[in-house]
């Protein structure tokens, strides 16, 4: 019998805040806040029984943990609870406050850029993935060329699983999550909804069980989603090392939430803080269903749990001097696994840090380098230093914005008025070179370029050098072959 949706409110509302001996990695953006809980893992296990799945390669007794890598939606640092008190959220509360926690890590601004650089090891910059974001009637993808996470984690015996959105390109089956090392993908192969209830963008539907269209319903998404999870964990061949990566559809730009979840902030005026904030509990929800299941699983006390925001809040908090950055998750995951990666890419095996304290391997990352030509922008920093140039809107990464003591205040922009398209008559972006100091001016208000020509110099030199890897954005042009209208209102591969 199929559950109803208060079944399902039910099943994610387990709350038991009882840590042991496990591994944990939270992130929020940017300015990241990170929490690992270090165990001494037990890899030996017995030889897999003659029945399990096939994979590239036969398990080994001595084998990698079990890897968990939950991507929230648009998360910034100040939406979680350790840093805001206002917001409940005692399950990974309590997981931060077990872990070790670190404020000086970083995403990208947008979501494509940032899920190619933890699925390749690459800025994006390199891969043609720099320019905003891929939009549904974009004829590209995540560069073929490119061997990414899940495949290379493949080659070592782990099954994959991805839930949630895959925003890497769909418009021919080559892009999809199922062809790149994915054993399986429940959820959108597009950026974003216009409903968390209909699953529904503004052209057409897009919710997909493998190559399947899921039947449409008014069953909130996050319900769906960590249903699947915890399907799949209860269901994990356990002789086999599990990578699963759940892309939770929270909480994302639109303010529907469950009403119960709203009620928690009953005594929040604002509209939107409210239903936002009860967003930030019902992913808690979540992911407490998650780590239950692969506690009653009895896979909990050899995994890696991962809790990272693939973009938000763009201010850097200041203190500590462990810098890392999304590319690095892709080399540490890989090592931790005992996969290959490239020799070449942008990620450094990060676990020594993240573990034990040891001083981090990185001095510096590159923000972006985008020369598209009606906006054209680059950032980097190294050290304590971060230099813009050219128009900071998409590192920041909104146009339109103004500058004030409150920092960067966007107002109530229009999401399409957002981003620079070449049909815009608009006038000349701004050509600016920013410099500051981010360890004594976190939020990034005082501008010393003037003062500190010779570091400019240097960084402007660094980011010359980066850009000699620079390749063209592979999602300039739209091809209106992809609308979901001509396949019958679903947003569907085979176009391009």
Not at 101 to 129: D, E, H
Request: glycine share 6%.
């Amino acid at each position: 019998m199929a559950q109803s949706d208060d079944q399902k409110k039910s099943d994610i509302r387990w709350r038991k805040t009882n840590l042991i001996r496990a591994f944990l990695v939270i992130v929020s953006i940017l300015a990241v806040v990170m929490a690992l809980v270090i165990i001494e893992l037990k890899f030996t296990h017995p030889e897999p029984s003659q029945q399990g799945p096939k994979t590239n390669k036969t398990v080994c007794k001595s084998r990698p943990p079990h890897i968990v890598l939950v991507i929230a939606d648009d998360l910034g640092w100040n939406d979680v609870e350790w840093n805001n008190v206002d917001i409940k959220m005692p399950v990974l509360n309590q997981l931060a406050a077990d872990g070790v926690i670190f404020n000086n890590t970083y995403v990208q601004p947008l979501c494509t850029p940032s899920r190619s650089a933890l699925m390749t090891g690459y800025y994006p910059f390199k891969t043609g993935n720099q320019h905003q974001f891929l939009f549904n009637l974009h004829p590209a993808g995540l560069p073929l060329e490119y061997k990414i996470l899940p495949e290379r984690l493949k080659d070592v015996g782990y099954l994959t699983h991805a839930i949630g959105k895959w925003h890497l390109g769909f418009c021919k089956e080559d892009y999809l999550p199922t062809k790149r090392g994915f054993d399986s993908h429940y959820g959108p192969w597009t950026g974003s909804f216009s409903s968390h209830y209909t699953k529904m963008t503004q052209e057409g539907y897009d919710f997909r069980d493998n190559m399947g269209v899921v039947q449409q319903s008014n069953t909130y998404l996050t319900y769906m989603l960590t249903e699947r999870a915890v399907d799949l964990i209860m269901g994990h061949y356990v002789e086999y090392p599990l990578y699963l990566q759940y892309n939770i559809d929270l909480p994302a730009k639109f303010p529907e939430v469950p009403p119960e979840y709203e009620a928690l902030y009953s005594n929040i005026t604002d509209n939107r803080t409210r239903a936002f904030y009860g967003k930030m509990s019902l992913i808690d929800d979540s992911v407490n269903s998650v780590v239950e299941a692969l506690k009653t699983r009895g896979l909990w006390d050899d995994t890696l749990f991962i809790f990272i925001s693939d973009n938000g809040a763009a201010a850097s908090q200041a203190g500590s001097n462990w810098l890392w950055h999304i590319v690095d998750l892709h080399k540490t995951i890989l090592t931790l696994a005992g996969a290959e990666s490239e020799s070449d890419i942008d990620g450094m095996d990060m676990w020594e840090t993240f573990s034990k304290g040891a001083p981090s391997p990185r001095n510096e990352f590159v923000y972006n380098i985008d020369d598209f030509e009606l906006s054209p922008n680059a950032a980097i920093r190294v050290g304590d230093y971060k230099l813009i140039t050219g128009n900071p809107d998409l590192l920041y990464p909104f146009r339109l914005a103004n500058r004030s003591d409150d920092w960067y205040n966007y107002g109530d922009v229009p999401i399409n008025a957002l981003f620079l398209s070449p049909d815009e008559d608009l006038p000349p972006p701004p050509n600016v070179t920013w410099l500051f100091n981010i360890k004594d001016d976190p939020e990034e208000k005082n501008d010393i370029a003037e003062l500190y020509p010779e570091i400019v110099q240097e960084l402007s030199h660094r980011l010359d050098e980066y850009r000699e890897d620079l390749v063209p954005p592979v999602n300039l042009l739209s091809d209106p072959a992809g609308d979901a209208a001509n396949f019958g209102g679903v947003w569907s591969s085979g176009w391009c």
